[in-house]
């Protein structure tokens, strides 16, 4: 079992930064891949980033690459983040899941068994 805590979203201006934190509590979550969706108001849940357990592999959708980088520190068991050159369309709520996976991290929302509540972002323009 493992339990998902995010923070480090906030009110932020466009062409600001921001790192998130997805802090986890549960045994073996170094075995756990861990990914990053968001959800804005109105529109469906979408995938931004995965990170293997390892940190070997990453995946980012399409449209992620570039302004978002995700990585983690087993030891303290937290997953983050990072978000540059914000725009008001990456106003969202993000959320971090895990599952138990010791192979490439995947993109699929089902994929998923454990998820966190969400931290807000909202980028003014």
């Known amino acids: 079992q493992v339990q998902l805590v995010e923070s480090g979203g906030g009110l932020v201006q466009a062409g600001g930064s921001l790192r998130l934190s997805c802090a986890a509590s549960?045994?073996?979550?170094?075995?756990?891949?861990v990914g990053w969706f968001r959800q804005a108001p109105g529109k469906e849940r979408e995938f931004v980033a995965a990170i293997s357990w390892s940190s070997r592999d990453t995946t980012y959708a399409d449209s992620m690459k570039g302004r978002f980088t995700i990585s983690r520190d087993n030891a303290k068991n937290t997953v983050y983040l990072q978000v540059n050159s914000l725009k008001p369309e990456d106003t969202a709520v993000y959320l971090c899941a895990a599952e138990r996976n010791l192979g490439a991290p995947r993109s699929r929302i089902n994929d998923y068994d454990y998820w966190g509540q969400g931290t807000q972002v909202t980028v003014s323009s």
């Open positions: 549960g045994r073996m979550f170094g075995t756990y891949a």
